[in-house]
């Protein structure tokens, strides 16, 4: 099932030479595969470096940076300084902003998991009429932009307080991660021998107790791809947050965006700032890259 | 989408499972499964498409019927009209530059040991937020080249190749016999072989000139030569030094280049030495001489990467950079379910790698491909935090995008009306894989 169909390596072994090939195709086989290396490693810095370019710039002073180019490092390494993460989380706005996003994102993405488990259990599991008509208009749902909701959820909102609240962007979040979450593991659940369930009911286990005991400790790789899927998702936005928030309530991607607009005059707060806002995605990413992957594989249509 | 057809089907022997439920559910419990997720998609995912179909038609405040003005405005206001002409950029070559260059690093990756750290490499970008891609490509693109690491590239190779000039602000002084022509300066009157020429400028920082830069040097005259002295006729007041020949403190334009120009033609042209001093073989007789324009050219400065022209397919650029790694990605997983022996049987039978490539490994993927190429073209019709964060506000005009100006629209102009009409559209372009994605599941799910 999706949860294990996508890991990064998944590479064959490099190409074995075969005995009985000529020489002459050996020898092209050694230079285009020299060819293939040196292709790669040059695309492969060419990725890192804007990356670099971000960390650098945010261990240099602030005068350094008008004054040289942050690749200026390598043969000056004395410029490299900590002051501004200092400064910065010295600031209390941002700071208060990173609350802000683990406020938002740990629940909203808590809410997704266990609203779409709930609904993709009794998708997959349960009888009722229409069942399968639900499911259809459930997954027509995955393609739907966020930007259609703006306008009217924001005056929704509105009307009943919870425009500028944290609790709006967690709600918003949780509505558009529901078609994917619910389409996720309805398709996962539905994989569930049919005796391990009955062998459950035989025990006297309830409907709740079967999900709790039963389905969701099964579900776990894809309770783990939709989780971790979900949860850079919600950090990583800015959109709907910088619609639904105001200044107390802002994430660390809204309260940066604000900076933007005076680019080169603080690239100290800047660069820093993004840098810590990459840091829990970044180590999330590295920890569970082959949930990520499978997460985002199957999401391919969102 | 592809692994996501696979999870609709059970790997197992295809027969007809049975779902039904193992509890005899009475209705009231599925009810109460369902309902959060009902509720929650309604109020804030069904709802919303309603009354943006609704408000699409109402004036700015929502309280009268304005038939298709809102529509009407799609295609008359300036801003959107540029927005749907980016946004055609965007859809044509964003996703198709991104999935050529994840084919690429796909098949290339499985040919090194260490696809697995490059892959790694390349689809890192995906994990981190649009914001910090869009400062990070804000600094990449930064104009100064002492600052962008794009342009410090650029001009580094273009002053590799391109003589870069010495003399940038250098123009003729009081009474010169020089003027003006096509960005350089030419002789007023022929010069002849054997009388040493004198062709004086003012205007350069000394700090700016050549390192190689000696004393100014009057020419000596040589038989059949044209020979001449071109410097910094820097005459400070009166008395000191003369003006139109060189003075002990006066320095020579070191490598400034000289052309003798007959009837238009270049018939022969030399480069100063340091102290100024040039020659010309005898061609050069009763010619005018000229000092071409690349001898003042300002210093290249690099490429306006955020300007009007280029802001659009600069920030395409970033997206690739974001999203190169997930068609990679999932290439890469069709890739390893295409039959090795296919492959391996090309080979045998004198295929060369690029032939297996075109005529076995394009057409097999090509299911892949296509759904790569059709999410990534969903997602491109979304992007705003790119735009908005990269785009500087002198340009942000001529970047903008549908998302971005339905922002705009709804947001800072309180034109909601016109903004629900761009979100109907952008609706209307995903409906067709809406369709698609529910024709393919209803096959899945009727077993």
Redesign the interface.
């Known amino acids: ?2 949860a294990t ?2 890991s ?8 074995t030479v075969k005995a009985g090939q000529s020489l002459a195709s050996r020898i092209t086989e050694r230079l ?2 020299g060819l ?2 040196v ?2 490693i040059v ?2 810095l060419f ?5 670099i ?2 960390l650098i ?1 945010s261990l240099r002073a602030p005068q350094d ?7 200026t490092v390598f043969t000056k390494p004395s410029q490299l300084t900590v002051d501004s993460y200092q400064k910065l989380l010295e600031n209390s706005d941002i700071t208060h902003s990173l609350v802000n996003t683990v406020l938002i994102t740990v629940p909203a993405t808590v809410l997704v998991v266990v ?2 488990a ?2 993709g ?8 009429p229409g069942r ?1 008509w ?3 208009g ?19 909102f509105g009307k009943i307080g919870l425009f500028g609240s944290i609790l709006g962007v967690i ?2 979040h ?3 991660g ?2 994917f979450a ?3 593991l309805r ?2 659940f ?2 569930i021998p ?1 005796e391990l ?2 062998a459950a ?1 035989l025990d006297g286990a ?2 709740l107790r ?2 709790a005991r039963v389905v969701m400790p099964l579900g776990g790789p894809a309770i783990a791809s939709l989780g971790i899927f979900q949860f ?1 998702w919600v ?5 709907v947050a ?2 639904f928030t105001k200044s107390g309530t802002q994430p660390i ?1 809204v309260a ?2 604000t900076q ?2 005076q ?2 005059n603080n ?1 100290d707060v ?2 820093p700032g ?2 810590i ?2 840091v829990i ?2 180590a ?3 920890a569970f ?1 082959r949930q ?3 997460g ?7 | 989408m592809a692994s996501a057809a696979a999870a609709g089907a059970p790997p197992g022997p295809a027969a007809p499972r049975s779902r039904k439920s193992v509890t005899g559910t009475r209705r009231t419990v599925a009810v109460l499964f369902l309902l959060p997720a009902l509720v929650l998609l309604g109020a804030l995912v069904v709802y919303p498409i309603g009354y943006s179909l609704v408000r699409s038609f109402s004036n700015a405040s929502g309280d009268g019927f304005v038939g298709f003005d809102n529509y009407k405005t799609l295609f008359t206001d300036d801003g959107i009209r540029t927005a749907l002409k980016n946004n055609v950029l965007w859809v044509v070559f964003a996703p198709t530059v991104s999935t050529a260059l994840g084919l690429v690093f796909a098949v290339l990756t499985e040919r090194v040991r260490w696809g697995t750290a490059f892959k790694l490499v390349v689809f890192m970008p995906m994990a981190i937020s649009m914001l910090a891609a869009g400062i990070i490509f804000r600094l990449v693109y930064d104009q100064d080249p002492d600052k962008g690491v794009a342009n410090a590239v650029w001009v580094g190779v273009h002053d590799t190749f391109a003589q870069s000039s010495a003399f940038p602000k250098a123009h003729p002084g009081r009474r010169s016999p020089l003027v003006a022509q096509g960005g350089g300066f030419v002789t007023k009157a022929a010069v002849h072989a054997g009388q040493p020429v004198a062709l004086p400028l003012v205007g350069v920082a000394p700090d700016q000139l050549p390192d190689d830069a000696k004393k100014a040097a009057a020419a000596r005259p040589e038989p059949g030569k044209v020979t001449g002295t071109t410097w910094q006729d820097f005459t400070r007041g009166k008395g000191v030094g003369k003006l139109g020949a060189p003075d002990p403190s006066e320095v020579g334009y070191a490598g400034m280049r000289i052309e003798a120009v007959k009837d238009g033609k270049v018939v022969a042209s030399a480069k100063a030495s340091g102290d100024g001093t040039f020659t010309l073989p005898a061609a050069a007789d009763g010619a005018l001489l000229r000092l071409p324009a690349s001898n003042f050219r300002e210093p290249y400065n690099g490429v306006d990467w955020l300007g009007p022209a280029l802001v659009t397919p600069a920030i395409i650029g970033s997206y690739v950079w974001m999203w190169a790694g997930f068609a990679m990605v999932l290439i890469a997983a069709g890739l390893a379910g295409v039959p090795r022996e296919l492959l391996e049987a090309a080979r045998v039978d004198g295929a060369t790698e690029w032939q297996v490539f075109r005529k076995v490994t394009v057409p097999l993927l090509a299911p892949v491909l296509a759904v790569v190429v059709v999410t990534l073209m969903i997602n491109v019709l979304k992007v705003f935090d790119l735009v908005f964060i990269i785009a500087p506000g002198s340009s942000q005009d001529d970047a903008n995008v549908l998302a971005l100006e339905l922002y705009r629209k709804g947001f800072a102009e309180g034109r909601p009306g016109v903004a629900s009409a761009i979100s109907v559209f952008l609706l209307l372009l995903v409906i067709p894989v809406m369709l698609f994605n529910v024709r393919r599941l209803r096959r899945e799910v009727r077993r």
Not at chain 1, 8 to 14: T, Y
Request: proline share 5%; hydrophobic share 60%.
């Open positions: 099932m999706t169909a996508g990064i390596g998944k590479a064959d072994p490099a190409g285009s595969g293939v290396r292709v790669l695309v492969g990725w890192l470096v804007p990356t370019g971000l710039s940076m008008s004054a040289s180019g942050w690749w609203v779409g709930l609904a259990y009794a998708f997959a599991w349960m009888e009722f399968d639900w499911f259809l459930v997954v027509s749902l995955l393609v739907v932009p966020v930007q259609v909701a703006l306008i009217p959820i924001a005056e929704l709600l918003f949780t509505g558009f529901l078609p619910v389409f996720l398709n996962f539905a994989e049919r369930l009955e009911r309830g409907e079967l999900f850079l950090w990583n936005d800015m959109l910088l619609v991607t940066l965006q933007v607009r680019f080169g690239i800047l660069a993004a840098f806002s990459m995605p970044l999330v990413f590295f890259q990520f992957v499978s985002v594989m199957a999401g391919a249509v969102k």
